[in-house]
């Protein structure tokens, strides 16, 4: 079991950066992928980017170039910089941590990014 707190959302204007943080309540090296997902009104939930625990990293075609993800194993912490935001990237941003073929899927309760034209 593992607990998951999303942090950093708010509200930002169009063009700019936020950097949101996930803390796991224990090791995050256990588990094959950490995540961020996001959820706007409406729309199904999305995956936004995805780094295994060997590093490899994966992005969502609409903010390729402008997110990044990264993970601190010692401090038990999964990022997301967020840099030229969009308007269409306000949504609820949710972290998950998975090792799926064990049956581990676990997930945040979210932050809300919200971002002004």
């Known amino acids: 079991q593992v607990q998951l707190v999303e942090s950093g959302g708010g509200l930002v204007q169009a063009g700019g950066s936020l950097r949101l943080s996930c803390a796991a309540s224990?090791?995050?090296?256990?588990?094959?992928?950490m995540a961020w997902y996001r959820q706007a009104p409406g729309k199904q939930r999305e995956l936004v980017a995805l780094i295994t625990s060997i590093g490899s990293t994966h992005y969502a075609d609409s903010v390729k170039g402008r997110f990044t993800i990264s993970r601190d194993n010692a401090k038990n912490t999964v990022y997301l910089q967020m840099d030229s935001v969009k308007p269409e990237d306000t949504a609820v941003y949710l972290c998950?941590?998975?090792?799926?073929?064990?049956?581990?899927?676990?997930w945040g309760q979210g932050t809300q990014v919200t971002v002004s034209s």
């Open positions: 998950n941590a998975a090792r799926r073929e064990v049956g581990w899927d676990y």
């Open positions: 224990g090791s995050i090296s256990r588990f094959n992928s």
